[in-house]
Protein backbone atom coordinates (compact mmCIF):
# COMPACT_ATOMS: atom_id res chain seq x y z
CA UNK A 1 0.00 0.00 0.00
CA UNK A 2 2.60 2.83 0.74
CA UNK A 3 4.02 1.86 -2.55
CA UNK A 4 0.67 2.16 -4.35
CA UNK A 5 -0.03 5.66 -6.42
CA UNK A 6 -2.29 6.40 -3.13
CA UNK A 7 -1.39 9.98 -1.13
CA UNK A 8 -3.20 8.78 2.32
CA UNK A 9 -2.07 11.62 4.86
CA UNK A 10 1.01 13.41 4.90
CA UNK A 11 1.19 14.79 8.63
CA UNK A 12 3.87 17.09 9.69
CA UNK A 13 6.30 15.59 11.50
CA UNK A 14 6.18 11.72 10.29
CA UNK A 15 8.50 11.05 7.64
CA UNK A 16 6.28 8.86 6.35
CA UNK A 17 2.31 8.72 4.65
CA UNK A 18 -0.22 7.59 7.40
CA UNK A 19 -1.56 5.28 4.59
CA UNK A 20 -2.66 1.76 6.24
CA UNK A 21 -2.98 0.83 10.40
CA UNK A 22 -2.85 -3.02 10.33
CA UNK A 23 -3.64 -5.26 13.35
CA UNK A 24 -4.71 -9.23 13.41
CA UNK A 25 -7.04 -9.64 10.67
CA UNK A 26 -8.27 -6.09 10.70
CA UNK A 27 -6.72 -3.18 8.41
CA UNK A 28 -7.93 0.53 8.10
CA UNK A 29 -6.72 2.56 5.02
CA UNK A 30 -6.53 5.90 4.96
CA UNK A 31 -7.24 7.37 1.59
CA UNK A 32 -7.08 11.69 0.44
CA UNK A 33 -9.52 13.61 -1.08
CA UNK A 34 -7.90 13.29 -4.37
CA UNK A 35 -7.29 9.41 -4.26
CA UNK A 36 -9.68 6.73 -5.84
CA UNK A 37 -11.10 4.11 -4.42
CA UNK A 38 -10.65 2.04 -7.56
CA UNK A 39 -6.93 2.37 -7.01
CA UNK A 40 -7.24 0.75 -3.56
CA UNK A 41 -8.85 -2.42 -5.10
CA UNK A 42 -5.93 -2.63 -7.51
CA UNK A 43 -3.58 -3.03 -4.91
CA UNK A 44 -5.88 -5.32 -2.72
CA UNK A 45 -6.97 -7.55 -5.72
CA UNK A 46 -2.92 -7.76 -6.04
CA UNK A 47 -2.55 -9.21 -2.90
CA UNK A 48 -5.07 -11.60 -2.33
CA UNK A 49 -3.81 -13.51 -5.77
CA UNK A 50 -0.56 -13.30 -4.41
CA UNK A 51 -1.39 -14.60 -1.07
CA UNK A 52 -4.12 -16.61 -1.85
CA UNK A 53 -6.40 -15.06 0.69
CA UNK A 54 -9.85 -13.36 -0.25
CA UNK A 55 -10.38 -9.37 0.22
CA UNK A 56 -14.28 -9.68 2.69
CA UNK A 57 -15.36 -6.42 0.47
CA UNK A 58 -19.06 -6.56 1.96
CA UNK A 59 -17.61 -5.77 5.17
CA UNK A 60 -16.15 -3.03 4.15
CA UNK A 61 -17.09 0.46 5.58
CA UNK A 62 -15.94 3.98 4.93
CA UNK A 63 -16.26 6.84 7.12
CA UNK A 64 -15.78 10.20 5.29
CA UNK A 65 -13.26 12.70 7.11
CA UNK A 66 -13.29 16.31 6.21
CA UNK A 67 -15.95 18.96 6.28
CA UNK A 68 -19.30 18.27 6.74
CA UNK A 69 -20.00 19.71 2.95
CA UNK A 70 -17.15 17.12 1.74
CA UNK A 71 -18.72 14.13 3.63
CA UNK A 72 -22.24 14.55 2.77
CA UNK A 73 -20.93 14.86 -0.91
CA UNK A 74 -18.90 11.58 -0.84
CA UNK A 75 -22.37 10.22 0.75
CA UNK A 76 -24.13 11.29 -1.76
CA UNK A 77 -21.92 10.67 -5.02
CA UNK A 78 -20.06 7.97 -3.77
CA UNK A 79 -17.07 9.21 -5.05
CA UNK A 80 -13.83 10.72 -2.98
CA UNK A 81 -13.68 13.65 -5.62
CA UNK A 82 -15.70 15.00 -8.99
CA UNK A 83 -14.80 12.95 -10.98
CA UNK A 84 -13.43 9.99 -9.63
CA UNK A 85 -14.36 6.34 -9.84
CA UNK A 86 -17.45 5.23 -8.17
CA UNK A 87 -17.42 3.25 -4.90
CA UNK A 88 -18.94 0.11 -5.38
CA UNK A 89 -22.05 -0.45 -3.69
CA UNK A 90 -21.10 -3.54 -1.65
CA UNK A 91 -18.86 -0.81 0.27
CA UNK A 92 -20.81 0.73 3.40
CA UNK A 93 -20.15 4.76 3.58
CA UNK A 94 -21.27 5.57 6.94
CA UNK A 95 -23.72 8.69 7.16
CA UNK A 96 -23.07 11.18 9.93
CA UNK A 97 -24.56 9.91 13.61
CA UNK A 98 -24.10 6.59 12.79
CA UNK A 99 -20.77 4.72 14.98
CA UNK A 100 -18.87 1.97 13.90
CA UNK A 101 -16.79 -0.37 16.28
CA UNK A 102 -12.99 -0.52 15.35
CA UNK A 103 -10.64 -3.09 17.60
CA UNK A 104 -13.22 -1.87 20.34
CA UNK A 105 -13.74 1.71 20.26
CA UNK A 106 -16.29 3.62 17.98
CA UNK A 107 -15.77 6.03 15.66
CA UNK A 108 -17.64 8.35 13.03
CA UNK A 109 -18.63 11.40 12.44
CA UNK A 110 -20.96 13.55 14.91
CA UNK A 111 -21.54 10.14 17.32
CA UNK A 112 -23.35 9.66 20.17
CA UNK A 113 -21.18 9.09 22.72
CA UNK A 114 -23.58 8.44 25.59
CA UNK A 115 -25.06 5.71 23.17
CA UNK A 116 -21.48 3.97 22.98
CA UNK A 117 -21.86 3.19 26.57
CA UNK A 118 -25.27 1.99 26.68
CA UNK A 119 -24.34 -1.68 25.99
CA UNK A 120 -21.36 -1.94 28.20
CA UNK A 121 -23.95 -0.19 31.30
CA UNK A 122 -26.67 -2.95 30.71
CA UNK A 123 -24.00 -5.83 30.88
CA UNK A 124 -22.62 -4.12 33.95
CA UNK A 125 -25.74 -3.84 35.67
CA UNK A 126 -27.15 -7.45 34.50
CA UNK A 127 -23.55 -8.58 36.19
CA UNK A 128 -23.72 -6.62 39.29
CA UNK A 129 -27.64 -8.18 39.64
CA UNK A 130 -26.03 -11.45 39.33
CA UNK A 131 -23.81 -11.55 42.19
CA UNK A 132 -25.78 -9.78 44.24
CA UNK A 133 -28.59 -12.65 44.51
CA UNK A 134 -25.77 -14.57 45.84
CA UNK A 135 -25.78 -12.62 48.53
CA UNK A 136 -21.83 -11.29 48.98
CA UNK A 137 -20.09 -9.76 51.81
CA UNK A 138 -18.52 -6.05 51.46
CA UNK A 139 -15.32 -7.57 50.30
CA UNK A 140 -17.29 -9.77 47.77
CA UNK A 141 -19.03 -6.95 46.35
CA UNK A 142 -15.67 -4.73 46.09
CA UNK A 143 -14.84 -8.12 43.96
CA UNK A 144 -17.35 -7.89 41.98
CA UNK A 145 -17.30 -4.11 41.36
CA UNK A 146 -13.69 -4.49 40.08
CA UNK A 147 -14.54 -7.04 37.70
CA UNK A 148 -17.94 -6.02 36.09
CA UNK A 149 -17.37 -2.09 36.36
CA UNK A 150 -13.30 -1.61 36.49
CA UNK A 151 -12.59 -4.66 33.97
CA UNK A 152 -15.49 -3.87 31.34
CA UNK A 153 -15.39 0.00 31.36
CA UNK A 154 -11.19 0.51 31.41
CA UNK A 155 -10.86 -0.31 27.48
CA UNK A 156 -13.32 1.69 26.42
CA UNK A 157 -12.53 4.61 28.95
CA UNK A 158 -9.31 4.46 27.74
CA UNK A 159 -10.00 4.58 23.66
CA UNK A 160 -13.46 5.89 23.72
CA UNK A 161 -13.37 8.57 27.16
CA UNK A 162 -15.79 8.33 29.68
CA UNK A 163 -18.70 10.48 29.61
CA UNK A 164 -19.28 12.49 32.81
CA UNK A 165 -23.37 10.72 32.31
CA UNK A 166 -22.34 7.37 31.97
CA UNK A 167 -19.99 7.85 35.23
CA UNK A 168 -22.21 9.37 37.08
CA UNK A 169 -24.50 6.39 36.12
CA UNK A 170 -22.19 4.21 36.81
CA UNK A 171 -21.32 5.70 40.46
CA UNK A 172 -24.83 4.90 41.25
CA UNK A 173 -25.13 1.65 40.05
CA UNK A 174 -21.88 0.67 42.39
CA UNK A 175 -23.71 2.92 45.69
CA UNK A 176 -26.80 0.84 44.79
CA UNK A 177 -24.80 -2.61 44.42
CA UNK A 178 -22.82 -1.67 47.84
CA UNK A 179 -25.51 -0.51 50.12
CA UNK A 180 -28.94 -1.88 48.65
CA UNK A 181 -31.97 0.61 48.93
CA UNK A 182 -30.55 2.13 52.67
CA UNK A 183 -31.61 5.77 52.31
CA UNK A 184 -28.60 7.00 54.17
CA UNK A 185 -25.60 4.44 54.16
CA UNK A 186 -23.47 3.55 57.24
CA UNK A 187 -20.24 4.39 55.21
CA UNK A 188 -19.76 7.03 52.95
CA UNK A 189 -18.32 5.49 49.91
CA UNK A 190 -15.44 7.76 49.61
CA UNK A 191 -14.45 5.84 52.81
CA UNK A 192 -14.78 2.19 51.18
CA UNK A 193 -12.21 3.93 48.51
CA UNK A 194 -9.47 3.53 50.63
CA UNK A 195 -6.99 0.85 51.55
CA UNK A 196 -7.35 -1.85 54.23
CA UNK A 197 -5.04 0.31 56.19
CA UNK A 198 -6.73 3.22 56.56
CA UNK A 199 -10.37 1.33 57.54
CA UNK A 200 -11.52 1.14 53.51
CA UNK A 201 -11.80 -1.80 51.24
CA UNK A 202 -9.84 -0.47 47.97
CA UNK A 203 -13.17 -0.24 46.54
CA UNK A 204 -12.42 0.83 42.73
CA UNK A 205 -12.66 4.79 42.43
CA UNK A 206 -14.01 5.04 38.93
CA UNK A 207 -14.14 8.96 38.65
CA UNK A 208 -10.03 8.73 40.19
CA UNK A 209 -9.22 5.85 37.48
CA UNK A 210 -10.97 8.14 34.81
CA UNK A 211 -9.36 11.20 35.84
CA UNK A 212 -5.95 9.06 35.66
CA UNK A 213 -6.59 7.73 32.10
CA UNK A 214 -7.19 11.86 31.05
CA UNK A 215 -3.69 12.41 32.58
CA UNK A 216 -2.11 9.59 30.78
CA UNK A 217 -3.62 11.01 27.32
CA UNK A 218 -2.65 14.18 28.31
CA UNK A 219 0.97 13.02 28.99
CA UNK A 220 1.06 11.70 25.46
CA UNK A 221 -0.11 14.46 23.76
CA UNK A 222 2.26 16.66 25.60
CA UNK A 223 5.12 13.91 24.56
CA UNK A 224 7.16 15.88 22.19
CA UNK A 225 10.16 13.25 21.92
CA UNK A 226 10.60 10.59 19.24
CA UNK A 227 8.71 8.00 21.26
CA UNK A 228 5.44 9.92 20.91
CA UNK A 229 2.87 7.42 20.00
Not at 29 to 36: E, F, I, P, R
Not at 91 to 116: C, E, F, H, K, S
Request: aromatic share 8%; with cysteine.
Amino acid sequence: LRAAPLRGYTIPGLSEKLITALFADDTTVYLSAHDDYADLLTVLNRWCAASRAKFNAPKTELIPIGPAAYRAAVYATRTLRPGGDVIPLDVTIVPDGVAVRLLGAWIGNRINNVAVWQKTCRTIESGLARWGRRNPTLIGKKIAVSIEVGSRTQYLARVQGMPKEIEAHLLTQIRRFIWGSVATPPVAIEMLYRPLSLGGINLLDLKARNEAIELIWTREYLNLSPSRP
